[in-house]
């Protein structure tokens, strides 16, 4: 069973930028495909991002043009890009891994505010 650690959250101003990184502690990281998900309070948890093991990349609308997924595999990483940072962007974001059972981290909470 894979673990995931996210890291790299925190209060920003609006247009900022945050990388968010996320750890797996499985070998056989390169057979999951890789996503990062958002929950806003008194909201659903919604995709934001995700990427395949063969490296296609899918966005939620809101946040295309302005974050960007990528894995490192060989260090099991995987990131989340996020810059011109609104405050609709705050959200605890989750990093999920698929194989196809589904494998969640605790969540890095991201704020956007001035």
């Known amino acids: 069973q894979v673990q995931l650690v996210e890291s790299g959250g925190g209060l920003v101003q609006p247009g900022g930028s945050l990388r968010l990184s996320c750890a797996a502690s499985?070998?056989?990281?390169?057979?999951?495909?890789m996503g990062w998900y958002r929950q806003a309070p008194g909201k659903q948890r919604e995709l934001v991002a995700q990427?395949?093991?063969?490296?296609?990349?899918n966005y939620a609308d809101s946040v295309k043009g302005r974050f960007t997924i990528s894995r490192d595999n060989a260090k099991n990483t995987v990131y989340l890009q996020m810059n011109s940072l609104k405050p609709e962007d705050t959200a605890v974001y989750y990093c999920n891994a698929r194989d196809p059972s589904s494998y969640w981290g605790q969540g890095t909470q991201v704020t956007v505010s001035s």
């Open positions: 990427m395949s093991t063969g490296g296609n990349t």
């Open positions: 499985e070998v056989t990281f390169t057979f999951y495909d």
